[in-house]
């Protein structure tokens, strides 16, 4: 049974940082994709950040490019999302998932094979 979980989540002040993590058991990540989405209360659950197999190439959302980096250790079948200067508009439940299509990025949520249960994320004003 293939199982992600999230780990890191947290209460943070506006300008803080958190390192979310998330590790598979039953399967190796060092062949997909691997994305964090996140989802807001009454909100659509929406793309953040991710790496392709080998980490050669990552993508993200507009809103967070410059303050997120996605990254992984293929070694310790994790992958982790550094989160720096943290806005109360990142206020969110953040899943990681996996694609087994592991070449390419992709934002669409159906395009995931597995998902963790999520990590709560709160920045306070």
Known sequence: QVQLVESGGGLV????????SCTASGR?????AVSW????????RE??????????????TDSVKGRFAISRDNGKNTVYLQMNN?????????????DRLGTIVRTRAPA????????QVTVSS
């Open 13 to 20: 002040q506006a300008g803080g940082s958190l390192r979310l």
């Open 86 to 98: 943290l806005k109360p508009e990142d206020t969110a439940i953040y899943y990681c998932a996996a």
């Open 47 to 60: 793309f953040v950040a991710g790496i392709i197999y080998s980490g050669s190439d990552t993508k993200y």
């Open 28 to 32: 190796t990540l060092s062949t997909d």
């Open 112 to 119: 995931y094979d597995y998902w963790g249960q999520g990590t």
């Open 37 to 44: 989405f996140r989802q807001a209360p009454g909100k659509e």
